[in-house]
């Protein structure tokens, strides 16, 4: 037994028994196609008529780029994130002032707000801090 697909090109000997298996293959073969030139998440959208929210991982990506691109500066990570009525509600860390030692660099707490698809619609710094220094214990 093989670990590999059972289609014509992974089993070039093989020969169909019936007209069946040529139409099963084609089929098979033109989905792998497809699915290879479109990136994910897009047919999904599109066979729900645009009204579906896209998945969490590309909102998080999307966020970071957007912010980075209005700010000018470096986002470390999504800290909290939530789904709202109105879209998205992010927390973003970023790095505001890089020093030496790396312990003294600033990063900021940046509250994003995104629409349902994913789309910025706004932001705003809520805290700003030194990478080596810890919340303090009321916070």
Do not use: H
Not at 1 to 10: E, G, H, I, P, V
Not at 82 to 108: F, H, I, K, N, Y
Not at 121 to 139: P, S
């Amino acid at each position: 037994m093989s670990n590999t697909k059972s289609t014509s090109r992974s089993q070039g000997s093989r020969e169909p028994q019936d007209s069946r298996d040529v139409e099963e293959t084609e089929e098979t073969e033109e989905a792998e196609e497809t699915e290879a030139e479109e990136p994910q998440g897009s047919t999904d959208r599109r066979a729900a008529g645009g009204n579906r929210r896209p998945p969490l991982m590309e909102v998080l990506r999307e966020a970071r780029a957007q912010l980075a691109e209005l700010t000018g500066l470096v986002p470390e990570s999504v800290s909290s994130f939530e789904q709202t009525e109105e879209g998205w509600s992010l927390e973003v860390e970023v790095l505001e002032l890089e020093r030496v030692p790396d312990t003294m660099s600033l990063l900021a707490t940046y509250q994003v707000e995104l629409d349902p698809e994913g789309q910025l619609t706004g932001y705003r710094r809520v805290r700003r801090y030194e990478r080596g220094r810890a919340d303090a214990r009321g916070r």
